[in-house]
């Protein structure tokens, strides 16, 4: 089961940032963009851990912390351009779990998460973002894919769909699980769209579509990319 995370950030292009590394993570992503959506979604989702930033349009991201910390020990970790030393304290007295200044790595955030979630319990791997066999490499974090050294281009649909399966190479995944998780549970039961997906990633990255190496069927439940 995905972990559920929230991001409360109205900077469009950073929400998109850590959605995307978020989701390459295996977390499940949920986003808002004021503290009204926030307090709405923390109603009506129940996430896991909480990417809280600061500046919000209707109010200060730090309003959050006192109803949080009442209602849950969620980790809380605050993300913010401010450098006050003050303010930091603060915010870490009122119950943030930790507090990240912008602009910061990916690489860092992610290790904060784990040690968030490891201090209450939930022990988080690096996820595998990277897969390399028989002259296919796929590199998820700097969204490259190359076959035989050369670059292949791939639609944000199909890079979804194989990050699924990078992500748990060598292990079977439903068709319920991938079409849910890149389509939403509304396609749950829409095989078709797997099919003619899987059957393009096939021609882009298989030497012989007819003869997979890389992307299998495992009939009547999913796929899975070959471990080696």
Request: charged share 25%; no cysteine; net charge negative.
């Given at each position: 089961m995905a972990i559920k995370v929230l991001i409360v950030e109205d900077d469009s292009q950073i929400r998109g940032l850590l959605g995307a590394v978020l989701t390459v993570e295996g977390f499940e992503v949920s986003t808002a963009v004021s503290l009204s959506e926030a307090r709405a979604l923390l109603a009506h989702t129940a996430p896991q851990l909480v990417i809280l930033d600061l500046g919000l349009p209707d109010g200060d991201g730090g309003e959050l912390l006192p109803s949080l910390r009442a209602a849950s020990a969620i980790p809380v970790l605050v993300v913010s351009a401010r450098h006050d030393e003050a303010q930091k304290i603060a915010l870490l007295d009122a119950g943030a779990d930790d507090y990240l200044v912008k602009p910061f790595?990916?690489?860092?955030?992610?290790?904060?998460?784990?040690?968030?979630?490891?201090?209450?319990?939930?022990?988080?791997?690096?996820?595998?973002?990277?897969?390399?066999?028989?002259?296919?490499?796929?590199?998820?974090?700097?969204?490259?894919?190359?076959?035989?050294?050369?670059?292949?281009?791939?639609?944000?649909?199909?890079?979804?769909?194989?990050?699924?399966?990078?992500?748990?190479?060598?292990?079977?995944?439903?068709?319920?699980?991938?079409?849910?998780?890149?389509?939403?549970?509304?396609?749950?039961?829409?095989?078709?769209?797997?099919?003619?997906y899987m059957g393009t990633l096939r021609a882009k990255l298989e030497k012989d579509p007819a003869e997979p190496r890389y992307l299998l069927t495992e009939p009547g439940i999913g796929y899975r990319l070959a471990a080696e």
């Amino acid at each position: 089961m995905a972990i559920k995370v929230l991001i409360v950030e109205d900077d469009s292009q950073i929400r998109g940032l850590l959605g995307a590394v978020l989701t390459v993570e295996g977390f499940e992503v949920s986003t808002a963009v004021s503290l009204s959506e926030a307090r709405a979604l923390l109603a009506h989702t129940a996430p896991q851990l909480v990417i809280l930033d600061l500046g919000l349009p209707d109010g200060d991201g730090g309003e959050l912390l006192p109803s949080l910390r009442a209602a849950s020990a969620i980790p809380v970790l605050v993300v913010s351009a401010r450098h006050d030393e003050a303010q930091k304290i603060a915010l870490l007295d009122a119950g943030a779990d930790d507090y990240l200044v912008k602009p910061f790595g990916v690489g860092e955030l992610l290790a904060r998460i784990r040690v968030a979630l490891r201090h209450r319990g939930t022990a988080v791997a690096p996820a595998q973002v990277a897969y390399k066999v028989d002259g296919l490499s796929i590199d998820l974090e700097q969204h490259r894919v190359e076959r035989d050294g050369v670059a292949v281009h791939l639609t944000p649909t199909e890079f979804e769909l194989l990050s699924h399966l990078v992500r748990k190479a060598g292990k079977v995944i439903t068709h319920r699980q991938m079409l849910t998780d890149v389509w939403g549970a509304d396609y749950a039961e829409h095989t078709h769209y797997l099919r003619i997906y899987m059957g393009t990633l096939r021609a882009k990255l298989e030497k012989d579509p007819a003869e997979p190496r890389y992307l299998l069927t495992e009939p009547g439940i999913g796929y899975r990319l070959a471990a080696e």
